[in-house]
């Protein structure tokens, strides 16, 4: 037996629940630098952890995640003009307390980051950026906002994150709050109380397909610690699970959901990864619209599709794609089983020809070739809003 | 879960039960732990052979893959097709039930180089020590 995650030897930066997640027993990974959960075998794995998301709750520690705060300079607009300078997204059609994805380009078009872009105030914006990513996103931002009359800040440290994903994510997170979270929409967020901490950013988002909040509290260990406590308390009664990377991982790629460094990176450009509806080549210049226009009229040599095991396999990170004839054609980015769909699932690259729905695609597997199939994506697409849900029951 | 005292163990965690020149092969309950929920599992053909330390079938988790290594060289006798369908036995029963292999030893005096249960439960606690460390 060979374990693929061995210990690394640099010491990885731990978060503010990280004392919770040992006494949890958690089995942890350094992921992009930081000693994170990767599941909680203790309290089922996971399995039990994906399971928990999509039929009920479950908790996350995301505080790993970066927060960069850009506010307007001397003058209204400086902030704006910024953020729209840096990211592909349009932010002004943003209204106040209203969030988008978005991403940061390189001028190649490429990805720095994909980002999810809120907005504050009028000229006030919280962009949350990945952990991996994290200090050269700040430097990106620093230096491509320089001729910009705002101000940029480093929150990162300042917030523990908390994802309360799940159809029972508003239940639970209700019991610990005054504001009426029924009337903040997917994508939307507001400043309300949460465990008598006032003022605290409530976000309908998250990283998993499902509804659900992610909440963003001072990152004071004692006070990270009481509000991990109280979100598992009052989800008790609705069976919440503490749910660590691994779940987070099998519950984004079911939603097919990019993860960068895997779908995204600097060698992918906006089209490949089938991001363009988030990118607003009309809402003016924007570091990487050049390059993408001309990317636009010469067309895409690869593009990334879903793949369903159809052999007895599992296609993983990194291995080749292969046609009928056993050429190389691509790449798997992401693959793993779906606990939801009970499949082999995939994300790939693969030249546009091969990517119509039905195409075979054949996944090395330690040097053999296992057939596969496009499918169409999301693999999988949560069924009715939650509000639509409580009609139905009450009915 | 204990540790059978008549087993005998790698440090790449698999067990080995010789009876009469041939070897029952698993991997142990420690392996299971770590893997977390085993949802794939890859075995040699019947009549091929393995090598000691070489590696002779894959399992795998929803995270991870590792590969099993043959604590000893011989002839794969038979396997246990039933953990192609039910890999979970991997985690539940890893000393019994979730067996893998059977093979005829090609010098059975090599099971002296292994470890014994209480050789093995010093060698795990050990690494336990590390990881919390």
């Known amino acids: ?395 | 879960m204990a540790y059978p005292p008549q087993y005998r163990y790698t440090k790449d965690h698999e067990w080995m039960d010789v009876k009469s020149g041939v070897a029952t092969i698993g991997i142990t309950d420690y392996a299971q732990h770590a893997l977390g929920d085993v949802v794939f599992v890859e075995l040699p053909k019947v009549g091929s052979k393995i090598e000691t330390g070489k590696p002779f079938g894959t399992v795998e988790s929803v995270k991870a893959v590792s590969e099993i290594y043959a604590p000893a060289t011989g002839e794969v006798v038979e396997t246990n097709v039933a953990l192609q369908n039910e890999p979970e036995k991997i985690n539940a029963d890893p000393h019994g039930a979730a067996w893998m292999i059977k093979v005829r030893l090609t010098n059975p005096a090599e099971i002296n180089k292994l470890m014994d249960a209480a050789a093995y439960e010093a060698f795990i606690a050990e690494k336990n020590k590390e990881a919390s460390a």
């Open chain 1, 1 to 395: 037996m060979e374990f693929v995650n061995s210990p690394t030897t640099i010491e990885p930066r731990k978060t503010s629940l990280n004392a919770i997640h040992r006494r949890l027993g958690a089995k942890m990974v350094n992921f992009g630098g930081w000693d994170m959960p990767v599941e909680y075998p203790a309290t089922g794995g996971l399995m039990a952890e994906h399971r928990a998301v999509r039929a009920s709750v479950g908790v996350f520690d995301v505080s790993h995640m970066g927060d960069i705060r850009i506010m307007s300079g001397s003058a209204p607009g400086g902030a704006m003009a910024a953020v729209q300078h840096i990211s592909m997204n349009d932010a002004s059609r943003l209204e106040i307390g209203q969030a988008q994805y978005s991403a940061m380009l390189y001028p190649e078009g490429t990805f720095v980051d994909d980002v999810i872009v809120h907005r504050l105030g009028q000229d006030d914006f919280l962009l949350v950026i990945n952990a991996g990513t994290r200090e050269k996103d700040i430097r990106w931002v620093r230096e491509n906002t320089r001729g910009f009359d705002c101000v940029v800040a480093d929150l990162s440290d300042a917030y523990t994150q908390l994802a309360i994903q799940g159809p029972r994510g508003v239940d639970v997170l209700q019991k610990l709050s005054d504001t009426n979270l029924n009337a903040i929409k997917n994508y939307w967020f507001t400043h309300g109380t949460v465990c008598g901490l006032k003022d605290t950013l409530i976000a309908r988002t998250g990283y998993t397909g499902e509804d659900g909040f992610e909440i963003y509290v001072p990152s004071d260990e004692a006070v990270s610690e009481m509000v991990w406590a109280k979100v598992i308390d009052a989800g008790r009664e609705f069976g919440i699970l503490p749910c660590g990377l691994g779940a987070r991982n099998t519950l984004r790629l079911e939603s097919k959901m990019a993860l960068y460094g895997h779908e995204i990176s600097d060698a992918v450009n906006v089209f490949e990864a089938g991001l363009e509806r988030y990118c607003k080549m009309d809402k003016g210049n924007f570091v990487g619209r050049t390059a993408l226009e001309r990317a636009s009229s010469t067309g895409q040599k690869r593009v990334l599709v879903g793949l369903q095991m159809i052999d007895r396999g599992i296609a993983r990170d990194g291995y080749h794609c292969c046609n009928e004839r056993g050429a190389v054609i691509g790449e798997v980015t992401s693959g793993s089983p779906s606990p939801t769909l009970g499949k082999n699932i995939a994300l790939a690259y693969v030249p546009p020809e091969m990517a119509a729905i039905g195409t075979p695609v054949y996944v090395e597997i330690r040097g053999q070739r296992h057939k596969a199939e496009v499918v169409p994506t999301p693999f999988y697409k949560r069924s009715k809003p939650a509000t639509a849900r409580q009609v139905t029951k009450a009915v």
